[in-house]
Structures are given as structure tokens and as C-alpha cells.
């Protein structure tokens, strides 16, 4: 928010506060003060100490996808026949599985990986107690390269019930598997000269990473279209060593090796090349050039895909998702596998160490690190220690009456952003905010109203717009604050504000205050501040940040939310006309729709003032991390008495807005 405070001349006293403190008496209840002023309105206002709902913990789903290095450097260090070790020599395609040497301990030859696995799953499970078994689902994708490349035939033969989003159930029937192919590897191990790997292969993550790319999008879009993707978190862990071999050099050492020459000249055509496809001794083109990269890459895997450039596009694809598919929130954390076992002369290489490179190249993505048995982080609450929220926005308004430019308190009956005087004029029903049934009155007239290729009865963002409205203001249909400037898009268009254009550094009445505090301030945005009389009705926001505490009724106790002194002074309530029936925009949740909260105008009787308070807080650890809330209240016009009302947080409802984050 923008850190101001306007002093008004001839208004003493006068402070409008966007995110400044302010410091007052403490009350404990809400008191609602009618205090005439000239012409018919009367003054309300609200004071109260109240602390910060918490945010909704309870979302609808949870999505997990735990991709896991599966590779035979989880148990083993590399032996000198190795093309990477000292003497790469005996068996370059990798022919004979066989290894004469006694590796030294690999990257996780415990087991860490799994043992942490389990602890999520555990942890997921308590979260799962006494909710629907599709609400809670984790994908373990192991990944190999070479000979055992995953998924391997086996893999393929089941699917559905391995590398896909299972049941709580099902993925622990699949952990138990991959923790028996690890020991089944570290046994062999263990044996020396005979062992041969059975499951794990090299480190090639690229072709399983698009699967698990694919995966995540397919199970984005299937909740997208069931109405359940916003407020349903997807959490990706990718854990590995963060080493990927084999690389492209690999190849080329094989082929010298071999005793293959760097260019291939001799005949391609000899006649003892016809009828087969192997012959070196006359065909050196074919041997060199085709049958050792075949081999090459059935015993090790393509070294073309293990490069950095290509798994940092894929895991920037997966961090785009939610933008392309326009819904959901996913976090991504990138765990590395005992660092300090990590040969010395593989950590700082850009080719081959791929979690150094891939930190350098994201700011978004989480890191940490897996050594014991203690899990780095918890699955459900991902790469923090508790969120910390505070008041990021709080403004308040009267759905039937402002300021306008000339400084008159205008009466909006059916709080469509047109005054009850300008719907007479113009032919218009001022019980009705949209005369015409499909844009509201103030939209049609300024902008002109869109019927064809879009929905008047659907609000596909919750923020009070109909798909027909969005598409006439050319506003973002699913994106409830399209211009980003913490004000929801239809209360921009009943003030008379361009909801496509943050209100926070512009200032139409050209009065050296902005347009977003004239908003704050229930004033047209033509207003001039200087020129309203001391009578006029100016609405006055005073916040005090009292400290953190911890947020109440919440499964995770290590959330705290602010605690704040509020007042909230100056808004006009006037006399209001009866108005007609109107039915409320809907949304779609799938195949049917569900009525959102209404952050608009009601049908009400005479003398009927709506009121709304609109909140927002965010988590101080991640701006990503933010909710809505709304308090509404009804106020009849010229009350007179003083009404004592406990009005705090608690009474405020969570609005379900949807909020695409864009760069």
C-alpha cells in the first residue's frame, strides 16, 4: 500500500492512513455514531481492537510429487573403471555389469530419502483423517537412466498405480516397493565382484521430469474444470544429489576408447556392410557413429538431455503452470541428497552438478537438504516455520452513497455506480443496478455493454463482475484485482475509477493526493480534496499494528496473525429508495455453480445503507500468501442513537476470489 498521510486544510485533524500506524484510545466493541451533517446524511463510525482471522487452512486439496533420485549413486561412489574414474578402459558401452572394485559409501546408502518419504506420508495421513480419500493424493516418481530407465516395462504395465497421483494407500504400497529395490541394489553392493545392478540405473532425470511435468498439469486442469484448483496447494520435491551423469564428453571418451577415429572416411558402402549392421572392421561410419552411441545409450542413457539448460526449462515449465492454466498455487523445493558425499571434483561443475545451477537460474524455487532421518521441512506447510500475516489492506465504503466531483453526497440506491438523479435523466431504473439485465447501469453507460461471446449471469473471479462486464471493461475476467492495486475491480468501476490502472501513483483531480486515497477517502476520483466543504462527508481509515499473536483454532500453531486498533470514520448513510429483486451473479464448479459471496449490492428495503469492509492480509515470509475477507453490514438511514455493535476479524467472511499471480 502506499505509505501516506494527507492533512486537509480547513479540516483539522483529518488523516487518512494507507499502512501507516495510528495511534488512539483502545476500544474493545464497535460503536456506530450517527451524527447529522447538512443535507440528508448521517455519519457513521467504527471503532475496535480486533486481531487478524486466521487464513483458511483447510484447502480443498492437496497434491504431492516427490521425484526421486533412484540412481545407483544413492548406494555407490564410482569405481575406477568408470568412465568417469581413473582407469575407463575395460568396458566403456558397459556391457559387463560386473565391478571389481569396493565402492565407497554413495549419496544416500541409508536410505535418508525414504525414511523422510515416510514421514510425509505419515504427516499427510493425519491431515487425511475424516476427509474424502481424493482430497489428499501424492505422486512418487523415482527416476534412472540407461539400462534401467524409469519407468521401466514393469512401470508401464502398472501405470496408473505408480506414476500417477495415488491414494495415501496406494502410495505407500509403492514407497515399500522402491525402499525394497534399494536394499535389493545395496545387498548386491555389499557382495563386491558379484554384484550387478537389478533396479537402479545412471542419473538421467529429463525424460521422467516431462512425464511428472505432464502429470502435474493433467491434475491441475482435471481439478481446474471440477471447480476445485484455487485454494488447493501442489507441492513438488525434487530430491537427488543434484549429479547427473552421463554427459555428452562420456561419449567421445568411449568412442577413442574404442579406437575410433575422429571422423569416419573409410566406405560406407563396402559390400561386407550389406547385409549387416555391425562390421568395424569395414564400416567404421556405422560402428563409430551408430552402434556405440545405441550402445552407449541403452547401458548409461542420452547425454544429449542431461544438461542444465534443459532441466531448468522443464522445472520453470512446472513453475509456470498455475500462470498457463490461469489458477492454483504450487511450490517447488529442491532437496539435495548429503552434499558433503558428493565427490569434490562433481560439486562445483556447471555440466554435471545440476542443483547449483538450476538455485542460480530460480528465485522461486525452496532448497534444503536431507543427511538423517529428520525431515527438512513439513509436507503440508513446505519450506517454513510458520507464516507470520498481517493487514495489507483495509478499506470500507457505503454501496449506496459517495462524494462526487462537485463534493455532493450522492445516493446510489441499487448501488450500481450511477446515482439515483443520473438514472432518471438517462432513462434508467434506479431500483435496478442493471436496467437492461445484463451490465450494470454505470458500465453500460460508460463503456457500453458486450452481449455476445460472454455469460451475464456468471462471475468467473468473485469479484462482482459478470463475464460480460469483464469483457466490456476489457478487465481480467479471472483475476479479481486486475490492476493489482488492492482494491477489488467492481468497487474501482461503482467510484468511478479505470480498474486497469493501479489508483496508487496517478491522481485525476490533479491535487496532490492519489487517486487510490481519494478512493480510501469515498471520493470521486475528480474530487478536489481542498475545495470540499467542512461539512462533507470524508472517510477516514486510522490502523495501529499492535503486535503478533498466535492465530487461534489452527492445526499448525507456529501461524501468527497481526493485532490492530481500528477506526474507521466519516461514511455517509443516506436515504435510499426500496429496491426490485435482482438476482446475484453465480460461478461454475465444474458442471454446476455455486453462488459466491457478494461483494455488491443486495435488493433491500427503504432506507437501507449497505456497508462493506473489505481486508486483505499477507504473510510476511511470502506475498504469495494472501486472503481476502469481508464484513457486511446493513444501516438504516437517519438512526439518530448511538448502536453498540461487536464487530472484529471474527466476523469477517473469507471471500473466495480468484487471483492469478503474473510477472
Not at 4 to 21: E, H, I, N
Not at 198 to 209: D, H, K, S, Y
Request: glycine letters at 6%; one cysteine or more; proline letters at 6%.
Amino acid at each position: 500500500m502506499l505509505l501516506s498521510r494527507w492533512l486537509r486544510a480547513g479540516l483539522p485533524g483529518l488523516a487518512l492512513l494507507t499502512g501507516l500506524f495510528w495511534s488512539f484510545q483502545n476500544c474493545s466493541d464497535v460503536r456506530l455514531l450517527s451524527n447529522k451533517v447538512e443535507g440528508s446524511s448521517t455519519l457513521l463510525s467504527i471503532t475496535t481492537r480486533t486481531q487478524l482471522k486466521p487464513p483458511v487452512i483447510k484447502p480443498k486439496k492437496i497434491r504431492v510429487l516427490l521425484f526421486v533420485d533412484q540412481s545407483y549413486s544413492m548406494i555407490w561412489q564410482k569405481c575406477a573403471a568408470d568412465l568417469d574414474g581413473e582407469s575407463a578402459s575395460s568396458d566403456p558401452i558397459g556391457k559387463n555389469l560386473l565391478r571389481s572394485c569396493t565402492p565407497e559409501k554413495g549419496a544416500d546408502q541409508e536410505g535418508y530419502r525414504y525414511t523422510v518419504i515416510q514421514s510425509w506420508l505419515d504427516e499427510l495421513k493425519l491431515v487425511a483423517e475424516n476427509r474424502d480419500p481424493d482430497d489428499v493424493k501424492v505422486a512418487i516418481i523415482p527416476f534412472s537412466g540407461g539400462r534401467y530407465a524409469r519407468p521401466n516395462a514393469e512401470d508401464r504395465q502398472y501405470l496408473e498405480d505408480r506414476f500417477a497421483y495415488l491414494s495415501l494407500d496406494k502410495a505407500q504400497a509403492w514407497l515399500n516397493k522402491l525402499v525394497e529395490e534399494h536394499q535389493s541394489d545395496l545387498q548386491r553392493t555389499l557382495k563386491g565382484q558379484d554384484w550387478g545392478p537389478e533396479f537402479m540405473g545412471t542419473t538421467v532425470p529429463f525424460t521422467t521430469l516431462t512425464l511428472a511435468t505432464d502429470l502435474v498439469a493433467d491434475e491441475m486442469n482435471k481439478l481446474k474444470n471440477e471447480g476445485e484448483l484455487d485454494g488447493s496447494p501442489f507441492r513438488f520435491v525434487y530430491i537427488s544429489d543434484g549429479v547427473f551423469k552421463p554427459i555428452e564428453p562420456y561419449l567421445a571418451k568411449v568412442k577413442q576408447i574404442v579406437g575410433c577415429p575422429q571422423s569416419c572416411s573409410a566406405e560406407p558402402n563396402h559390400p561386407a556392410c550389406a547385409s549387416h549392421n555391425y562390421c568395424y572392421p569395414y564400416c567404421p561410419r556405422t560402428y563409430c557413429e551408430t552402434i556405440i552411441p545405441r550402445d552407449f545409450k541403452l547401458a548409461f542413457g542420452d547425454p544429449a538431455v542431461n544438461r542444465v539448460d534443459l532441466i531448468v526449462n522443464e522445472l520453470q515449465k512446472i513453475l509456470d503452470l498455475p500462470n498457463q492454466i490461469k489458477g492454483g498455487l504450487l511450490t517447488m523445493h529442491l532437496v539435495k541428497l548429503s552434499p558433503e558425499r558428493v565427490p569434490v571434483e562433481d560439486r562445483p561443475s556447471p555440466q554435471i552438478n545440476i542443483f547449483d545451477e538450476v538455485f542460480k537460474a530460480s528465485n522461486k524455487i525452496h532448497r534444503s537438504i536431507i543427511n538423517s532421518t529428520e525431515a527438512p521441512f513439513s509436507i503440508v506447510n513446505v519450506g517454513q516455520g510458520g507464516y507470520s500475516y498481517r493487514l495489507d489492506q483495509l478499506y470500507a465504503m457505503n454501496l449506496n452513497a459517495w462524494v462526487d466531483a462537485r463534493g455532493n453526497v450522492a445516493v446510489d440506491s441499487d448501488g450500481d455506480g450511477l446515482n439515483d438523479q443520473a438514472e432518471v435523466r438517462l432513462g434508467r431504473n434506479p431500483r435496478h443496478p442493471r436496467s437492461a439485465n445484463v451490465c450494470l447501469d454505470s458500465i453500460d453507460e460508460g463503456y457500453g455493454c458486450r452481449v455476445i461471446g460472454c455469460e451475464a449471469t456468471l462471475d468467473i473471479d468473485g469479484d462482482g463482475l459478470s463475464h460480460c462486464e469483464e469483457k466490456s471493461l476489457d478487465t481480467l475476467s479471472d483475476e479479481a484485482d486486475s490492476d493489482g492495486d488492492l482494491v477489488l475491480d467492481l468497487h474501482e468501476v461503482l467510484r468511478g475509477y479505470n480498474p486497469n490502472t493501479s489508483q496508487i501513483m496517478t491522481s485525476a483531480a490533479n491535487d496532490g493526493i492519489s487517486d487510490m486515497d481519494h478512493f480510501l477517502m469515498g471520493l470521486n476520483p475528480y474530487t478536489r480534496v481542498s475545495d470540499l466543504d467542512k461539512s462533507t462527508p470524508v472517510i477516514q481509515i486510522f490502523t495501529e499494528f499492535l503486535g503478533f499473536k498466535k492465530a487461534s483454532d489452527q492445526p499448525d500453531e507456529r501461524d501468527v496473525t497481526g493485532e490492530y486498533n481500528i477506526q474507521i470514520r466519516g461514511i455517509p448513510i443516506v436515504d435510499t429508495l426500496e429496491t426490485e429483486e435482482f438476482a446475484q451473479l453465480v460461478r461454475h464448479t465444474g458442471s454446476s455453480t455455486k453462488n459466491p459471496l457478494v461483494v455488491g449490492a443486495k435488493p433491500h428495503g427503504p432506507g437501507v445503507n449497505q456497508i462493506v469492509i473489505l481486508a486483505r492480509a499477507v504473510a510476511d515470509q511470502d506475498p504469495s500468501r494472501f486472503y481476502w475477507m469481508i464484513y457486511r453490514k446493513d444501516i438504516a438511514a437517519g438512526s439518530g442513537q448511538e448502536l453498540g455493535l461487536k464487530v472484529d476479524f471474527s466476523e469477517f467472511e473469507y471471500l473466495d476470489l480468484l487471483s492469478v499471480k503474473r510477472d
